[in-house]
């Protein structure tokens, strides 16, 4: 990363000093409800931003939800500018299409972060009637402006933003370094508008708390920590997550001309080694490569190895933004360069050259189970690479079912998902044979459900692995099954069941900050 970045300037090396004592003392264990409790008693809100994260801005929006319903609320944010503020009133008001909002506030050269990772913010902001103001300011007589100069600025919008609207909270998504004591927070209590405000401020994923915890085996248990009386700090991936996904983002859009086409060939198999070396096994080398969308030779190959049938469903993979292995062809398939994608491939992988997977799963509902079977081993390699990662729980399919519309496009893979469930139940139950389910309408439906299925699966089987009540034989000996044995169904139900005996349930992804 720094050779990529460059040497930091003298001034980003106090500022991030700075930023580094906020965390030298031993903070203690906390949780979300504690940390709800406070946002209903604060007046400003600082929510700590890691840009090239996803997470972090799941995060930030799982927050503002947790904001009480009746609290009135400005949301203002460092990821637009202030001289933005008519288009983004447009935006948010429906006047300005997405794409031309994106090209007027200059999206790519002002921010240059993906922007499906805030995307979902602004949805929300809007759905809720929640203004959005710009909190940024880059230059200023042509010259860039000191991060000082930036918090100042930021300090003073949030102070007029207090004046003008007493009673409502602002809360404010800002980059994490910002949120020192002596950065941000100390502009905002020296404006006078802002002398009385009660402020509390929420970092995330600080790499020192994270291995503090590490130390007690509790970095997986606890994912708040609260380091003083307004200061708590958010940890929902553990910091090589963090780090990788800062490092794939770079190699992706700072160093195209060294890497002209997006090979992620090195970061596949890193994870693979990681895998082989947890898992005691080893894969040949050079037994797959790693393709992408620009990848122009990978959908001739298609075209070649697969019917018009089989190849609808490897459209619906890739239409649906999701990775996937095709064993025919030996190439993983990598959608988007995060951590979890890249994991993802490498467990496929493994799995591949352990069982002898050798025919992609494309004929729905006949190949169901074993869809989910795959995604119950990708997840589960993930999880050993990013044990913070989160999936949703057999409640949120009902609770997301509840709200869908008839003709919502997700709601057919919930229902599905929600089908096979109560199916396996069921059987798991002794009162019914396995069933197989009807033949969804749309391609994507039965990947969307095998995705959930298959986290749900997957969780409980990184746990069993995790706290020893499954050993890595017993694991081992499950990956090595063949998919395509005509005695699938019938492992299936047996793994099924042994999964399903492992103790503790878990928190979903919604029920986690």
């Given at each position: 990363?720094?050779?990529?970045?460059?040497?930091?300037?003298?001034?980003?090396?106090?500022?991030?000093?700075?930023?580094?004592?906020?965390?030298?003392?031993?903070?203690?264990?906390?949780?979300?409800?504690?940390?709800?409790?406070?946002?209903?008693?604060?007046?400003?809100?600082?929510?700590?931003?890691?840009?090239?994260?996803?997470?972090?801005?799941?995060?930030?929006?799982?927050?503002?939800?947790?904001?009480?319903?009746?609290?009135?609320?400005?949301?203002?944010?460092?990821?637009?500018?202030?001289?933005?503020?008519?288009?983004?009133?447009?935006?948010?008001?429906?006047?300005?299409?997405?794409?031309?909002?994106?090209?007027?506030?200059?999206?790519?050269?002002?921010?240059?972060?993906?922007?499906?990772?805030?995307?979902?913010?602004?949805?929300?902001?809007?759905?809720?009637?929640?203004?959005?103001?710009?909190?940024?300011?880059?230059?200023?007589?042509?010259?860039?402006?000191?991060?000082?100069?930036?918090?100042?600025?930021?300090?003073?919008?949030?102070?007029?933003?207090?004046?003008?609207?007493?009673?409502?909270?602002?809360?404010?998504?800002?980059?994490?370094?910002?949120?020192?004591?002596?950065?941000?927070?100390?502009?905002?209590?020296?404006?006078?508008?802002?002398?009385?405000?009660?402020?509390?401020?929420?970092?995330?994923?600080?790499?020192?708390?994270?291995?503090?915890?590490?130390?007690?085996?509790?970095?997986?248990?606890?994912?708040?920590?609260?380091?003083?009386?307004?200061?708590?700090?958010?940890?929902?991936?553990?910091?090589?997550?963090?780090?990788?996904?800062?490092?794939?983002?770079?190699?992706?859009?700072?160093?195209?001309?060294?890497?002209?086409?997006?090979?992620?060939?090195?970061?596949?198999?890193?994870?693979?080694?990681?895998?082989?070396h947890d898992l005691n096994v080893k894969v040949p080398e050079g037994s797959f490569s790693v393709v992408s969308a620009q990848d122009r030779g990978f959908w001739d190959q298609i075209l070649r190895t697969f019917a018009e049938r089989d190849r609808k469903?490897?459209?619906?993979?890739?239409?649906?933004?999701?990775?996937?292995?095709?064993?025919?062809?030996?190439?993983?398939?990598?959608?988007?360069?995060?951590?979890?994608?890249?994991?993802?491939?490498?467990?496929?992988?493994?799995?591949?050259?352990?069982?002898?997977?050798?025919?992609?799963?494309?004929?729905?509902?006949?190949?169901?189970?074993?869809?989910?079977?795959?995604?119950?081993?990708?997840?589960?390699?993930?999880?050993?690479?990013?044990?913070?990662?989160?999936?949703?729980?057999?409640?949120?399919?009902?609770?997301?079912?509840?709200?869908?519309?008839?003709?919502?496009?997700?709601?057919?893979?919930?229902?599905?998902?929600?089908?096979?469930?109560?199916?396996?139940?069921?059987?798991?139950?002794?009162?019914?044979?396995?069933?197989?389910?009807?033949?969804?309408?749309?391609?994507?439906?039965?990947?969307?459900?095998?995705?959930?299925?298959?986290?749900?699966?997957?969780?409980?089987?990184?746990?069993?692995?995790?706290?020893?009540?499954?050993?890595?034989?017993?694991?081992?000996?499950?990956?090595?099954?063949?998919?395509?044995?005509?005695?699938?169904?019938?492992?299936?139900?047996?793994?099924?069941?042994?999964?399903?005996?492992?103790?503790?349930?878990?928190?979903?992804?919604?029920?986690?900050?």
């Amino acid at each position: 990363m720094r050779l990529l970045l460059g040497k930091e300037s003298p001034g980003l090396v106090r500022y991030r000093q700075e930023y580094d004592k906020e965390f030298s003392r031993r903070p203690r264990v906390s949780s979300r409800e504690e940390l709800v409790g406070e946002l209903g008693r604060c007046d400003v809100l600082l929510i700590g931003d890691f840009h090239a994260l996803q997470q972090s801005q799941k995060a930030q929006l799982r927050v503002l939800k947790s904001v009480p319903a009746d609290k009135p609320l400005i949301l203002a944010v460092e990821f637009f500018e202030a001289r933005h503020q008519k288009a983004i009133d447009r935006y948010l008001s429906g006047h300005l299409a997405e794409r031309d909002f994106l090209k007027t506030v200059q999206w790519q050269k002002s921010w240059g972060f993906p922007w499906e990772h805030y995307r979902p913010i602004l949805r929300w902001a809007q759905k809720r009637k929640v203004r959005v103001v710009g909190l940024n300011k880059k230059t200023s007589n042509r010259s860039a402006l000191t991060l000082k100069q930036r918090d100042v600025f930021a300090a003073k919008v949030v102070a007029d933003l207090r004046r003008k609207n007493p009673g409502t909270m602002v809360a404010c998504i800002y980059g994490d370094l910002h949120l020192a004591s002596n950065h941000l927070p100390r502009q905002i209590r020296a404006q006078s508008a802002l002398k009385k405000d009660r402020l509390l401020t929420i970092f995330q994923n600080s790499e020192r708390l994270y291995f503090q915890l590490l130390e007690k085996e509790l970095e997986l248990e606890v994912d708040v920590v609260r380091m003083s009386k307004d200061q708590f700090c958010l940890l929902n991936v553990p910091p090589w997550v963090k780090w990788q996904n800062y490092l794939l983002f770079l190699e992706n859009h700072l160093d195209r001309e060294i890497r002209e086409d997006s090979d992620f060939q090195d970061e596949v198999h890193n994870h693979l080694q990681i895998l082989e070396h947890d898992l005691n096994v080893k894969v040949p080398e050079g037994s797959f490569s790693v393709v992408s969308a620009q990848d122009r030779g990978f959908w001739d190959q298609i075209l070649r190895t697969f019917a018009e049938r089989d190849r609808k469903f490897i459209e619906g993979w890739i239409e649906k933004g999701a990775s996937f292995y095709v064993p025919e062809l030996q190439s993983a398939f990598l959608a988007r360069a995060t951590v979890n994608h890249t994991a993802q491939l490498a467990t496929a992988v493994l799995h591949a050259h352990l069982s002898g997977w050798s025919k992609t799963p494309t004929r729905m509902p006949e190949d169901f189970l074993k869809l989910i079977w795959l995604e119950t081993v990708q997840y589960f390699g993930t999880k050993l690479i990013n044990p913070k990662r989160k999936t949703d729980t057999l409640q949120d399919i009902k609770a997301a079912l509840a709200v869908r519309l008839p003709d919502d496009l997700g709601k057919e893979a919930l229902q599905l998902a929600l089908q096979q469930k109560m199916n396996e139940l069921l059987v798991l139950a002794g009162q019914r044979k396995p069933r197989v389910l009807a033949k969804p309408r749309r391609v994507g439906s039965s990947i969307e459900a095998a995705r959930l299925l298959g986290g749900m699966l997957g969780e409980k089987l990184f746990l069993g692995y995790r706290r020893k009540v499954l050993s890595k034989e017993t694991l081992l000996n499950l990956f090595r099954r063949p998919v395509e044995a005509e005695s699938f169904e019938l492992f299936y139900y047996e793994v099924l069941d042994l999964i399903e005996s492992l103790p503790e349930p878990f928190l979903s992804k919604n029920e986690k900050l």
